[in-house]
């Protein structure tokens, strides 16, 4: 069985900054949950340098849903709580997808499960998603050992400098505000020099 | 500026105790030399030591896929390139470090190239945007008019032709209906000789809870509005305007319900005075009710025949003040089509509508394609005429119309005509796939670092889509989608096969020709090899 690409959320909010307003996705979340929300939510406001709003569906009507929505129409929201959704739920959501029409992007927090009832129950709103469905990955995210060395030392070889010269001219104060320099802190583990 | 006052901020107000965290991430491609995808670096700034409080500024670092570390050595040997290599390009550049400008000016040049690359993609996916509002749409001048034989035409000749003719137009998911009837609406305000509303039902109210009322509600109101706006007020008497006052009244109360007092005697209740009751004689005895009388937008409650008669006689008088100026009133109801079945469209629209034919107003009306097949037939008699789009062939010999919408919306900058053929091929010939397509593909070129889309982006782009189509389906719809794909047949009558049609699972060319969609085609499950 095929599958929908994994991104991390970094990629996804690039994915959203690139196609400006009226973006729809869906985000399919993790089995195990723990943390995953409120960090796929930091990492897509970092991107986008905005906060992401994020709006509970559970237990509310389709009503409470479209008004919470348009509280403000040009933030990117977040939809959760739709894997509780029966098909009445998708059913009514999907007559009234112009209801939910905002310029801001709107990305639907899914489990498979919650896809399949969208996909079955909703077709307008499948419609309007497309093949925008993402699988929230962190592979790649963080860099291991071996490309931290890796980086270390191609700066090593470009500035001609070696990590402790750096670090001693980190707690002087002297080491110049540029990007590389504070990466090159952060790599060393000296992020509090910055 | 924001950013780097916020920099600022970060390096003094917390006298070094900002936490820096870096997250990085690299693109090889398929595990070589990692030389042709971008290389990116996210920094996250916070203040204090609390790492889990929002990042104040997130830097990112992007390095072009083509930047190999010895081609950047060179540069900077003959003084090109005076920053590490990978990491030529700023993201918040310059805004955020104006500084760093002055003294490295080739990467300037190289902070333009990138701004340059993604203005010229976010202009791509500005003209193929599949969710913007059609009306936005056509006022940009993106929509190919003769798309569908210039359809939105024969319906506004149609009822401009026939006043208070009724016509639907049925249609799969995103075929471009939408875009016809407003291109319709558009046509007939050019004409001059019709005062035409389009109201998009579903964006006003529940449509799910929708019940007979609320279409001729909604009518009253636009219909209102229409005429102020209009300024259709102005030369009339002053009898006829408190003559449309009124009207206009009971066209909100109808809409938005009303509340009112009445005298409610005690002698409708079964009321035992106290002991001590002091009565009066000469007063009744009673007291106000407040009661809530809901109006047709605020859904369910049950239909009546009464007020549908209720809400005719104020529509008429507007009617009748139109009428006079001379203008035919068409009405244009979209929405519709996403009711889910035959029997749910005619119940919310029978009443409404058969009042709007005796006041002589035209209808168009989105509907569901499923009443055009099976039990569906019977509600399409009711209407003069029914119009159906249905996906453009996109076969490469046939496909010109489809070429012709990628050329008007994106040209031929990021895409090569062998890659539109391709798009035209996957989409199965529905316009809003088409546009998707060569959205995804283009955005999957941008992620990647390309400067052109290319096959692999469009391949991408159509998996996704196919394996969308793919989900929620069951095993019996599957096998049907198999039966098709293999032996060409497709029961229309059968109720689940018109929800296969109505989903855009399959696509009809034809009376005669039915289709799996191209980008679900290959996502079907293989049979199991015995």
């Known amino acids: 069985m095929t599958d929908f690409i994994t991104e991390p959320a970094f990629e996804i909010g690039r994915r959203l900054e690139i196609r400006g307003s009226y973006a729809w996705f869906v985000v399919l979340r993790p089995a195990e949950e723990g943390g995953a929300l409120e960090n796929f939510v930091a990492g897509l406001s970092s991107v986008l340098d905005e906060p992401v709003r994020v709006v509970h569906t559970f237990g509310s009507s389709f009503e409470k849903l479209r008004s919470d929505l348009n509280e403000s129409k040009s933030d990117p929201a977040l939809i959760t709580d739709l894997d509780q959704a029966d098909a009445d739920y998708w059913s009514a959501m999907d007559v009234n997808r112009s209801a939910l029409l905002r310029e801001g992007a709107v990305v639907l927090w899914l489990s498979s499960f919650g896809l399949a009832n969208l996909c079955g129950y909703a077709p307008n709103i499948r419609s309007f998603v497309g093949g925008s469905i993402f699988n929230l990955g962190t592979d790649g995210e963080a860099m291991t050992l071996d490309e931290r060395d890796l980086r270390i030392a191609e700066l090593e070889s470009h500035f001609e400098l070696k990590s402790a010269d750096v670090i001693k001219r980190g707690e002087s104060g002297v080491l110049p505000t540029e990007p590389h320099f504070v990466e090159w802190l952060v790599l060393l583990g000296r992020g509090d020099l910055v | ?530």
Request: charged share 25%; net charge positive; aromatic share 6%.
């Open chain 2, 1 to 530: 500026m924001r950013a780097s006052r916020r920099w600022s901020a970060a390096r003094d107000s917390s006298a070094r105790r900002a936490t820096v965290s870096l997250v990085c991430r690299r693109r090889w491609s398929d595990g070589s030399a990692g030389s042709n995808r971008p290389f990116w670096v996210r920094l996250e700034i916070r203040l204090g030591s609390n790492s889990a409080s929002k990042p104040i500024i997130c830097h990112i670092v992007e390095a072009p896929p083509d930047d190999s570390t010895a081609r950047a050595v060179k540069k900077a040997q003959i003084g090109e390139c005076p920053i590490p290599p990978r990491l030529t390009r700023f993201r918040l550049e310059p805004r955020m470090y104006t500084r760093t400008w002055d003294f490295m000016p080739p990467t300037v040049s190289k902070s333009k190239q990138a701004t340059q690359r993604r203005e010229r993609f976010r202009e791509y996916m500005r003209k193929l945007n599949p969710t913007a509002p059609a009306r936005i749409t056509i006022e940009s001048g993106l929509v190919v008019e003769e798309l569908h034989g210039s359809l939105f035409k024969t319906l506004a000749a149609r009822a401009d032709l026939e006043p208070g003719s009724q016509q639907l137009l049925v249609g799969g998911t995103g075929s471009g209906k939408t875009t016809e009837l407003l291109m319709a609406e558009k046509w007939l305000d050019q004409q001059g000789q019709t005062l035409s509303l389009y109201i998009d039902i579903s964006s006003e109210t529940d449509l799910s809870g929708l019940n007979s009322g609320a279409l001729l509600a909604g009518f009253g109101l636009h219909l209102t509005k229409a005429f102020s706006s209009k300024g259709f007020e102005d030369d009339l008497g002053d009898t006829d305007k408190r003559t449309l006052k009124s009207a206009r009244t009971e066209i909100k109360e109808f809409a938005f319900g009303k509340t009112t007092s009445i005298w409610v005697s005690d002698d409708e209740y079964d009321f035992e005075p106290p002991d001590d009751y002091d009565d009066p004689s000469d007063q009744e005895q009673g007291h106000y009710v407040t009661q809530k009388v809901p109006g047709k937008l605020k859904p369910p409650f049950p239909a009546l025949q009464r007020d549908i008669q209720a809400i005719r006689e104020p529509l008429e008088a507007f009617i009748t003040a139109i009428r006079t100026r001379p203008l035919d009133i068409v009405i244009i109801f979209d929405g519709l089509d996403r009711l889910p079945s035959p029997d749910r469209f005619w119940a919310v629209v029978h009443q409404d509508f058969r009042a709007l034919r005796r006041l002589r107003v035209g209808v168009m009306a989105a509907a569901p394609l499923s009443v055009l097949y099976g039990e569906g037939r019977t509600v399409s008699d009711h209407f003069d005429r029914v119009h159906q789009i249905r996906a453009l062939s996109p076969e490469p010999e046939q496909s010109g119309y489809l070429e012709s919408v990628m050329s008007h919306r994106a040209g031929t900058d990021l895409l090569r005509p062998d890659m539109v053929k391709l798009i035209c091929r996957s989409s199965g010939g529905v316009l809003r796939d088409l546009i998707t397509l060569a959205r995804d593909a283009g955005e999957a070129a941008y992620i990647e670092g390309a400067e052109q889309i290319l096959v692999q982006h469009v391949n991408a782009a159509a998996a996704q889509l196919g394996e969308s189509y793919l989900r929620g389906l069951g095993p019996e719809q599957i096998s049907t989608l198999k039966r098709l794909k293999k032996e060409r047949s497709f029961d229309v009558a059968s109720r689940p096969n018109v929800e296969l049609l109505v989903t855009g699972r399959v696509l009809e060319y034809s009376p005669t020709d039915f289709r799996v969609h191209p980008a679900l085609e290959p996502m079907l499950p293989k049979p199991v090899p015995k």
